[in-house]
């Protein structure tokens, strides 16, 4: 392309002072994508690493239980309409595969069985052109996000999902999200933790066909203390303002030192939690990034 530019065109971009090659001028697609594969709105969490079983009521729980990365693939990017309108909307997914390290054995030793994960995450993003074609990413910026959701992919059927998710200060409602097709503006619309504020994380949750009692396991991965992934309760404890109303809730106060800047809601079916040797492993999760005021 850059061979049939004329001299004249070639002259006017190099009097606007255009320092790129016109050879290596990226098209509106790959700008996006370049963005989204930069943009720490756009990454995905994958849950990863240790946390608190049962908040005190560890005998009820596995003795450790956590997930370790083995793989993620690259993002792929679906792109539901045409760049050149300036503004965007991408369909973002990325799979990964991981352990499930479970260990239901109250021994004070630590001899987990693992369950193969397979999961797929995904989220939608809206994008608009606010600059120059000149500027970083030819001017494209990411202004809206949907919480980010993880699926199975591993063939077996899920059973657990997050149906609802809100974050409070007290009263005040910081966030919340009932449909995870909701987007939310990047610039005003996301969670803002302060650090040392304690929040509340409520949450609803579904079993398409229970047979435990409990029939899952809640927990939430965020700014939290001690561990970034909490346990979830519907007993009225920890910030739970009603128990047994299907409410699930864990409140805390934001752990300024934390690399954990998202809140995410997760759900293990009690089926994947009982036994460390059945391939059965079975979760759902939402994510949603947050900012740290
Ligand atoms: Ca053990
Ligand atoms: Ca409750
Ligand atoms: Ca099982
Ligand atoms: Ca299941």
Redesign the pocket.
Known sequence: MGKLITAAAFMTLMTMGCVQDPETVLSDSENIRDLLQSSGSVAMTPLDGQGERGGGKDAEFPEHWWRSLTSEEPMEFIFENDPAAGVCTVTVIRTLEAAFNIDVTHDGVLNPGVKPVSDIRCRRVILQRTGEETDPHGGWEVTHITPAVFSLNSGLEQ?VYVQSMALYAGDELLWECRSPDTFYSVKDGLPVLEPGTQVRVEAEVLHTNPVYEPPYYVYVHGPCPAWPRHWMNDEGLWGDIAAGDGVFSYEWYVEGTSDHWFVAVDVL?A?TMLDQEED?Y?SGAWGILALRS
């Open positions: 059973q079916d089926d059965d079975d």
